[in-house]
């Protein structure tokens, strides 16, 4: 079978009993470094006496076929440097090609920096999306931002230390400068910090250059209530200005995140009663 298990994201003591068990009776091991889990084992006092495999991003497409062999006759450890494997780290390929050949996955559950960074935020956490690293790009970034300004459900991002006050800036821009965030920074570790506030304040805090691996939870959109009359109101106006019926629906509709069928049926109702 394959294994899936969580390493410390930055304290070694949140290293559980069972991951130290399996480093050490494993016979094969698939880390995304294996200088990283020599090190990590040599913290732990664990001597490893598996066969490794590197398994990242740039070769974990060729590495499937060969772990697969594996894992249909022997357990096949999976660790990624920190955190959970699959989580915006190598593994994802693997695990659905396992699931595929029906090879038995299974987990040994332990640290996240996604639900860590969210438990801590202040921001609800009954539903949220994690989208993962924001783009390099300000476009690109800018963008995902826009995508994001209806969801109604708290958002978890990670990013680079030396790209947050860039990333606070582009979402306060998109977002509204008071929209309520938070940035988790090394957590578990000595230093670990979380900052509260709005986006704007967010912005301002970064100035100070903080340093170490972020987390960055924002609130979601406030639901509003749609009225329909509204939204008849406004697509009478664009018919009015000459745009056909169906392109004024579909773009009333998407701006207000309506159902385009129901609006469309509530416009031609109202006509109907205007003759």
Known sequence: MLILAATPIGNLSDASPRLIEHLKSSKYIAAEDTRSLLKLANNLSVKLNAKLFSLHEHNEGERIAQILEIANDEDVLVVSDAGMPTVSDPGFLLVRAAAAADIEITIIPGPSAVLSALAVSGLPTDRFTFEGFLPRKAGDR???????????????????????????????????????????????????HTQRGTLEHLVAWAASEPR?????????????????????????????EGVGLKQAVAEIASAAGASKSELYQSVLEARKALR
């Open 212 to 240: 170490g691996e972020m987390v960055l939870v924002i609130a979601g959109a406030e639901v509003q209530e749609i009225k329909t009359e509204d939204l008849l109101q406004q697509v009478l106006a664009l018919i009015e």
């Open 142 to 192: 800018k963008k995902a931002f826009e995508a994001l300004a209806r969801e109604p459900r708290t958002m978890v991002f990670f990013e680079s230390p030396h790209r947050i006050q860039e990333s606070l800036a582009d979402a306060a821009k998109v977002l509204g400068g008071q929209r309520q965030g938070s940035v988790s920074r090394e957590l578990t570790k000595k230093f670990e």
